[in-house]
């Protein structure tokens, strides 16, 4: 399994996409044969400008977007022009309006305030799930990284064995069994989702860990927890910052489908699974129900991966020397 | 050779093991009466006792565990539905072959798609045409199938009525399900084989094959893309697993009668026995195609095997 999984990770979290020579300049990597782009070429300041600000584009759209949806979520009660359940049985399943710039569902409940206290849900279930996934995946990993040996061979074992279990099946069991509840969601999905950082923890500290600070720092007499909280965690913060920046949207997702499974939040939640669920029951007579939650959806997740992947180049320290 | 053999087993073998604990314990993890969460506090007296010796609540912890192993082996496994006598492995044998259909179907359009679609990205590196297909990528990705699904059917199958929305018979039916099931994988799967690519046409064997003068394409698709393709192919089957358990959500879409179908609809109707066996079968079948690709891609890339026994 530990193969496959470095393939991953090269592809996804560490790309040597960006190499630079040895001035620092970026080196464009290019097919030999095309005479457009010699093997490698410097590339003046101005152009050099212009590249990074387009590589940030996309982050920077990335974190608006991010932004924006996180902002509609706090401010939810205020920015809906309804309340939750304000009912309109006059207007039910109406396309978008002045007066419901998303249109009207069952009962004539505004998509809009729905969709935005959606956002609530959503992304609270989305964070919370990764804080505890980290927390737990970072100091289980640490802890197998720095002790080493058997306390990292077992640990290990135990992450191939939840890693060869398929994570959202087991969610949708748990949930299944415990009944849908915010709580029951978090903790099925948490259940597997701490091992991706539990692996990367490790790898990152086994890394670390002979480094001359962290020799003088034990040297020093820190004690072992000191050592790694205080020296180890702060340099690998990085990497894992961009891994729950994936692993967020992952979450959101998988949310999603549970919720539209019936599994998620209780009946009558507006999570954005949910509202996507009911909305696909009334496909033919009014599409925008199921729409709007949907892009909803799609704006966020969209927003968290290419703010990873800008977090990522930054981060990734052949790309920091060329910037 | 063999250790790595070994270690892979006990992983899957471990896994499995783990998945029949949880199926067949959890419910006494649970705090308070489970038989409750299950029927509801309003249920008879009858009901629970009948519900109770049907998942084996009434045995003892090793006993339940025991007796589950055996009726799924002996197939006389039943529904935990009054009246407690249709079979439950008959049920899954007639709707896991259409579940396979539509996964295989949907990863191989997933690979045919996504590996033109990463080397050309490659090839042109920096260009328009490579970042446009690495939005689509990242679009790919985030886009939840639980709304492609209802958007393909409203615009190909209401619409313009090319393709049958729910059911229906023969190839034609097959299509949308696909389509939504392997976007994810296609997207992801494109990235990978563009990065893949972009590695391997920095090696000196490439640069060598390019020195002796072949020609261009036959250095890219004789070369760099045979070799790029083994980790892409490897991680494309272990995805596997991942496209069984996102086939459940298309099959509810599409309404298609598989082993998703089957799950969801017993939880609906509190069938607990049906509901673990489907999670089992899940389970075991996406070991196996990771203890299949494993082994597969450790006999291809010998690398693979050193790495790991040094582990």
Redesign the interface.
């Given at each position: 399994?530990?193969?496959?999984f470095d393939?991953?990770l090269?592809?996804?979290v560490l790309?040597?996409?960006r190499p630079t020579d040895d001035e620092g300049h970026q080196v464009?990597?290019?097919?030999?044969?095309s005479p457009k782009h010699p093997r490698s070429r410097r590339i003046s300041r101005q152009e050099r400008i212009r590249r990074t600000l387009r590589r940030y584009l996309?982050a920077w759209i990335g974190l608006g977007l991010v932004t924006l949806v996180t902002l509609a979520a706090v401010f939810a009660p205020w920015l809906s022009p309804y309340t939750p359940d304000a009912m309109n049985l006059a207007n039910e399943l109406a396309g978008p309006s002045r007066a419901h710039l998303f249109g009207t569902g069952d009962n004539g409940v505004d998509v809009l305030t729905h969709v935005l206290y959606g956002a609530r849900i959503s992304l609270l279930v989305a964070m919370l799930t990764t804080l505890v996934s980290v927390v737990v995946g970072v100091s289980l990993g640490a802890l197998a990284g720095y002790a080493g040996g058997m306390v990292d061979g077992l640990l290990?074992?135990l992450v191939?064995?939840v890693l060869?279990?398929?994570?959202?099946?087991?969610a949708?069991?748990?949930t299944?069994?415990?009944?849908p509840a915010v709580e029951h969601l978090i903790l099925a999905l948490a259940l597997t989702g701490w091992v991706g950082y539990a692996r990367l923890a490790r790898g990152q500290v086994m890394a670390l860990r002979d480094r001359e600070y962290v020799q003088a720092a034990r040297a020093l007499g820190a004690t072992p927890l000191r050592v790694v909280v205080r020296h180890l965690l702060p340099n690998i913060a990085g990497p894992i910052l961009v891994s729950a920046t994936f692993g967020l949207?992952a979450v959101i997702?998988a949310e999603?489908?549970l919720s539209?499974?019936?599994?998620g939040v209780p009946p009558g939640t507006p999570s954005w699974?949910a509202l996507?669920?009911s909305?696909?029951q009334y496909?033919?007579v009014a599409?925008h129900l199921?729409?709007f939650?949907?892009?909803a959806?799609?704006i966020t997740?969209?927003g968290f991966?290419?703010l990873g992947?800008g977090i990522r180049d930054r981060l990734d320290p052949r790309g920091r020397r060329a910037g | 050779m063999k250790a790595f053999l070994a270690r892979r087993f006990l992983a899957a073998i471990v896994s499995i093991i783990g998945v029949t604990l949880v199926v067949t314990l959890f419910l006494r993890a649970i705090p308070g009466d489970a038989v409750d969460v299950m029927l509801g506090e309003q249920a008879g007296e009858v009901d629970r006792e009948a519900l109770r010796e049907a998942i084996g609540l009434h045995l003892p912890p090793h006993m339940q565990v025991w007796t589950f192993i055996r009726d799924i082996a002996t197939g006389e496994l039943r529904t935990s539905l009054p009246p407690f006598r249709a079979r439950v492995l008959p049920l899954i044998g007639e709707k896991l072959p259409k579940t396979m259909l539509l996964a295989v179907v949907a990863m191989l359009l997933a690979i045919a798609m996504a590996i033109p679609l990463g080397v050309l990205s490659a090839r042109k590196q920096g260009t328009a045409t490579d970042h446009g297909a690495m939005i689509f990528s990242l679009v790919g990705v985030s886009v939840p199938q639980a709304w492609l699904g209802p958007v393909l059917i409203l615009v190909f199958a209401i619409h313009l009525g090319w393709l049958p929305a729910l059911g229906g018979e023969g190839a034609r039916a097959i299509v949308l399900p696909a389509i939504t099931l392997s976007l994810g994988m296609m997207a992801m799967l494109s990235r990978m084989t563009r990065s893949s690519v972009l590695d391997v046409n920095r090696e000196d064997f490439v640069t060598t094959a390019r020195a002796k003068g072949l020609a261009e394409r036959t250095v890219i698709w004789r070369h760099v893309v045979r070799n790029a393709l083994v980790p892409v192919i490897t991680i494309a089957g272990l995805q596997f697993g991942a496209l069984l358990a996102g086939a459940i959500v298309t099959e509810k879409i599409f309404n298609w009668p598989g082993m998703g179908t089957l799950l969801i609809e017993s939880i609906q109707r509190r069938d607990y026995n049906t509901v673990r066996a489907c999670v089992l079968v899940f389970t075991v079948l996406y070991v196996l195609v990771n203890l299949v690709t494993d082994i597969a891609y450790g006999i291809v890339d010998p690398r693979i095997r050193v790495r790991g026994g040094k582990r």
């Amino acid at each position: 399994m530990k193969a496959p999984f470095d393939i991953i990770l090269r592809a996804m979290v560490l790309p040597g996409a960006r190499p630079t020579d040895d001035e620092g300049h970026q080196v464009i990597p290019d097919f030999a044969s095309s005479p457009k782009h010699p093997r490698s070429r410097r590339i003046s300041r101005q152009e050099r400008i212009r590249r990074t600000l387009r590589r940030y584009l996309l982050a920077w759209i990335g974190l608006g977007l991010v932004t924006l949806v996180t902002l509609a979520a706090v401010f939810a009660p205020w920015l809906s022009p309804y309340t939750p359940d304000a009912m309109n049985l006059a207007n039910e399943l109406a396309g978008p309006s002045r007066a419901h710039l998303f249109g009207t569902g069952d009962n004539g409940v505004d998509v809009l305030t729905h969709v935005l206290y959606g956002a609530r849900i959503s992304l609270l279930v989305a964070m919370l799930t990764t804080l505890v996934s980290v927390v737990v995946g970072v100091s289980l990993g640490a802890l197998a990284g720095y002790a080493g040996g058997m306390v990292d061979g077992l640990l290990m074992r135990l992450v191939d064995v939840v890693l060869a279990f398929p994570g959202i099946l087991l969610a949708i069991f748990i949930t299944a069994v415990l009944g849908p509840a915010v709580e029951h969601l978090i903790l099925a999905l948490a259940l597997t989702g701490w091992v991706g950082y539990a692996r990367l923890a490790r790898g990152q500290v086994m890394a670390l860990r002979d480094r001359e600070y962290v020799q003088a720092a034990r040297a020093l007499g820190a004690t072992p927890l000191r050592v790694v909280v205080r020296h180890l965690l702060p340099n690998i913060a990085g990497p894992i910052l961009v891994s729950a920046t994936f692993g967020l949207p992952a979450v959101i997702l998988a949310e999603v489908a549970l919720s539209f499974l019936g599994l998620g939040v209780p009946p009558g939640t507006p999570s954005w699974g949910a509202l996507l669920e009911s909305g696909s029951q009334y496909l033919l007579v009014a599409p925008h129900l199921a729409a709007f939650p949907g892009l909803a959806v799609i704006i966020t997740v969209l927003g968290f991966n290419f703010l990873g992947d800008g977090i990522r180049d930054r981060l990734d320290p052949r790309g920091r020397r060329a910037g | 050779m063999k250790a790595f053999l070994a270690r892979r087993f006990l992983a899957a073998i471990v896994s499995i093991i783990g998945v029949t604990l949880v199926v067949t314990l959890f419910l006494r993890a649970i705090p308070g009466d489970a038989v409750d969460v299950m029927l509801g506090e309003q249920a008879g007296e009858v009901d629970r006792e009948a519900l109770r010796e049907a998942i084996g609540l009434h045995l003892p912890p090793h006993m339940q565990v025991w007796t589950f192993i055996r009726d799924i082996a002996t197939g006389e496994l039943r529904t935990s539905l009054p009246p407690f006598r249709a079979r439950v492995l008959p049920l899954i044998g007639e709707k896991l072959p259409k579940t396979m259909l539509l996964a295989v179907v949907a990863m191989l359009l997933a690979i045919a798609m996504a590996i033109p679609l990463g080397v050309l990205s490659a090839r042109k590196q920096g260009t328009a045409t490579d970042h446009g297909a690495m939005i689509f990528s990242l679009v790919g990705v985030s886009v939840p199938q639980a709304w492609l699904g209802p958007v393909l059917i409203l615009v190909f199958a209401i619409h313009l009525g090319w393709l049958p929305a729910l059911g229906g018979e023969g190839a034609r039916a097959i299509v949308l399900p696909a389509i939504t099931l392997s976007l994810g994988m296609m997207a992801m799967l494109s990235r990978m084989t563009r990065s893949s690519v972009l590695d391997v046409n920095r090696e000196d064997f490439v640069t060598t094959a390019r020195a002796k003068g072949l020609a261009e394409r036959t250095v890219i698709w004789r070369h760099v893309v045979r070799n790029a393709l083994v980790p892409v192919i490897t991680i494309a089957g272990l995805q596997f697993g991942a496209l069984l358990a996102g086939a459940i959500v298309t099959e509810k879409i599409f309404n298609w009668p598989g082993m998703g179908t089957l799950l969801i609809e017993s939880i609906q109707r509190r069938d607990y026995n049906t509901v673990r066996a489907c999670v089992l079968v899940f389970t075991v079948l996406y070991v196996l195609v990771n203890l299949v690709t494993d082994i597969a891609y450790g006999i291809v890339d010998p690398r693979i095997r050193v790495r790991g026994g040094k582990r």
